[in-house]
Nanobody, 119 residues
Framework: QVQLVESGGGLVQAGGSLRLSCVASGNIFSFNRMGWYRQAPGKQRELVAYISSMGTTNYAGSVKGRFTISRDTAKNTVYLQMNSLQLEDTAVYYC?????????????WGQGTQVTVSS
């Protein structure tokens, strides 16, 4: 059973920074990719950023240049450094891991961590 545990959310003023962490219960190289999604009230969950097992990264246009996804393979941890936070970044942030066995894809989710940006 894969477990993803997020931490690092909180309340921050606009323009500030936060770093989210996601610790996986297994070797993160076993996942095709790991990433962060977010869901604001009344909105659909959206992809924020992901990092593939090869180290390729991808970002949503709204966070490009402000957020950075990285990983520490020794700690089985993926990070999301969020700088220049805006009110629109307020959401619950979820860690996601995607794994393929060659036949099917499996999605794993963390419990979410709240990020609130105030003016």
């Amino acid at each position: 059973q894969v477990q993803l545990v997020e931490s690092g959310g909180g309340l921050v003023q606009a323009g500030g920074s936060l770093r989210l962490s996601c610790v996986a219960s297994g070797n993160i190289f076993s996942f095709n990719r790991m990433g962060w999604y977010r869901q604001a009230p009344g909105k659909q969950r959206e992809l924020v950023a992901y990092i593939s097992s090869m180290g390729t990264t991808n970002y949503a246009g709204s966070v490009k240049g402000r957020f950075t996804i990285s990983r520490d393979t020794a700690k089985n941890t993926v990070y999301l450094q969020m700088n220049s936070l805006q009110l629109e970044d307020t959401a619950v942030y979820y860690c996601n891991a995607l794994r393929s066995n060659g036949i099917a894809m499996y999605d794993y989710w963390g419990q979410g961590t709240q990020v609130t940006v105030s003016s």
